[in-house]
């Protein structure tokens, strides 16, 4: 099924965010860092600054990755019972990873959907058709 905001060429949504591609022209010239956006596209000058991503991203991560740690910390101790370094150990660096790795992903979606999606910041228009 075709979406049809996506131009004849670009890739999917998943796709595009994955390697950080340029909602207007597909390039991957998305980040600046490693989640850090670009301000414009360097292939076709797209504005990226003018998308407001937030804290969406980073709110929804901290639930579900927060949760899957917990879940599989639990799993461990009841299965294996290991002291409490090894939980230090094993679920620090995977947390951190998975933030990192999964938190660049979230956030090029959220701009990429926001950009096929034509969405702007919202404001009350005013309608005189309305009469109480």
Sequence with gaps: MDDPQIQKGQS?????AL???CPACGSR??????VRFATR???????FSSYNVGD???AFLILVIGAL???LALVLQVRISPPFWVH???????TSALV???LRVSKAAMLIHEARAEVREGKIADDTRLDP
């Design 12 to 16: 999917g949504l998943v796709q595009a």
């Design 19 to 21: 390697f950080g591609e």
């Design 29 to 34: 010239t998305l980040f600046a860092g490693w």
């Design 41 to 47: 596209c360097r292939a076709c000058g797209h504005d």
């Design 56 to 58: 969406g991203p980073a």
């Design 69 to 71: 740690v917990c879940a």
């Design 88 to 94: 230090i150990l094993l679920w620090v660096p995977i």
């Design 100 to 102: 990192l790795l999964s």
